[in-house]
């Protein structure tokens, strides 16, 4: 029997097969929470009188004995059974019998769905935001390393001023620090409580709300019923435009990798190791590793498009379309993660060219600093900007290649400390402590 079945009658196989899709897949990455969240909604419903304390007793150990069950691994959703709503229910089922069923009370799937989809973002979230933070710190630290020696700056593809290894990582880390706080706002409004909100239009229970918000370490809950509901999908939307947005990051600076490992240019490089070769060709040395970052990240930033075009002309209330958004949220995690952590793998070994600019081929870089050295002598402006293009014309130009950038944010201040506190602010107000304290209240 499904959650929602009052008869015999069944379902047929594949209209059953299509109403789940993959469900029974992705549920498995939400069975931890749902257990969690189940585990707060009977210790509520203790207190309010719906459970007794022996009832209460035996499903307490129940759940921790499937929560232990699915931290070893021997979990699985069985064929037949819709969800991990369902299978949970099914398993305290069939070891305490009806009693089991008692779980259900005061809820629907629709809130449960809802709160186990934030219990897995808001803890996937703060797992993103600690890759952000190592990568942040990598960034920081090659920007330091790397300060003095010069790189080619380029606008419109073309050489245009001298900038250096130490402007090009303190750039994307500051970048990132952008994204954590895009990211910070996205976990804010993951962080608060649906449960309670049931099918969307609340309970005649007199459910404690504002308990099970306390045992989940939600920061607050989804006050509203119709909205909690509402929420389903804009959630999702807000995580993955934050997702989206490191996603940018990371993609801006694997493109540059791919172009900067370019034997015409080879202003980095890698071990072998971190490079693959050509079936044909014997001398490549290809940069996959960051044309598949590249790759990836690109299709994060499509996810918001794609969960707000999913998310068009539904009045408010439940809807099914709403179970396709696991399928977009979920695999995009992931993804983003993986993205991360083969960047913390591979960017402590980069490897700089330390006298790029020497190069003849890179002499015009140095054009705008000739112009300042003429207006620091006396000129305007205008007129040594005309000076120094007729010199080029008529190939008289001479570089001037020392390079004297002092102002804040420049190649001899690169602002790497004020960058590092701004990070610093931003990461200390997740408040990640009030959630972690959730498996101290309900896992012994």
Not at 237 to 264: E, P
Not at 340 to 357: A, D, F, M, R, S
Request: glycine letters at 6%; aromatic letters at 10%.
């Amino acid at each position: 029997m499904k959650l929602w079945q009052k008869n015999q009658t069944q379902t047929e196989k594949t209209v059953e097969n299509f109403t789940v899709g993959q469900d029974r897949e992705l549920d498995l990455f939400l069975a931890p929470f749902d257990v969690l969240g189940s585990l707060a909604h009977i210790q509520m419903l203790k207190e309010i009188g719906l459970l007794t304390e022996k009832e209460y007793a035996e499903l307490c150990a129940g759940l921790h004995e499937i929560y232990a069950e699915i931290a070893e691994g021997g979990f699985e959703i069985a064929e037949g059974i819709e969800d991990v709503h369902s299978q949970v229910e099914f398993l305290l089922s069939q070891r305490l019998g009806e009693m089991g069923k008692k779980i259900h009370s005061g809820r629907s799937r629709n809130d449960q769905v809802l709160l186990d989809l934030k219990l897995f973002m808001r803890h996937e979230t703060q797992k993103i935001s600690l890759q952000i933070r190592q990568l942040f710190d990598l960034l920081l630290d090659l920007s330091h390393r790397n300060k003095d020696f010069l790189l080619a700056g380029y606008t419109h593809t073309q050489i245009a001023m001298p900038s250096s290894f130490g402007l090009w990582f303190g750039a994307f880390a500051e970048s990132l620090a952008d994204d954590m706080l895009v990211l910070q706002t996205a976990y804010k409004i993951i962080n608060q409580n649906p449960l309670g909100s049931a099918a969307g239009y609340g309970s005649s229970f007199p459910l404690d709300r504002s308990l099970t918000t306390e045992l989940l370490g939600f920061e607050k809950m989804n006050y509203n019923v119709v909205y909690a509901q509402m929420s389903r999908g804009k959630t999702e939307k807000i995580l993955s435009t934050a997702m989206a947005s490191v996603g940018a990051t990371l993609n801006k600076l694997a493109t540059d990798i791919c172009f900067f490992m370019c034997q015409n240019m080879a202003f980095v490089g890698f071990p072998p190791q971190f490079t693959t070769g050509s079936s044909i060709m014997p001398h490549k040395k290809n940069p996959d590793i960051f044309e598949l970052v590249r790759a990836k990240t690109n299709r994060l930033q499509a996810v918001p498009n794609e969960i707000s075009l999913l998310l068009t002309n539904q009045i408010s209330g439940y809807h099914r379309d709403l179970q396709l958004v696991k399928e977009m949220i979920i695999p995009a995690i992931f993804d983003l993660q993986n993205c991360l952590q083969i960047l913390l793998h591979t960017l402590p070994h980069i490897e700089v060219k330390t006298n790029l600019l020497a190069d003849p081929l890179y002499d015009y870089l140095f054009s705008v600093e000739v112009v300042n050295q003429e207006v620091m002598q006396g000129k305007s402006f205008r007129e040594a900007y005309r000076s120094v293009g007729e010199s080029i014309e008529n190939g008289t130009y001479q570089p001037q290649k020392s390079v004297n950038h002092t102002h804040k944010g420049s190649i001899g201040n690169l602002c790497n400390d004020q960058i590092r506190n701004y990070m610093d602010t931003i990461q200390n107000g997740f408040g990640f402590e009030k959630a972690e304290k959730m498996y101290e209240l309900l896992i012994p």
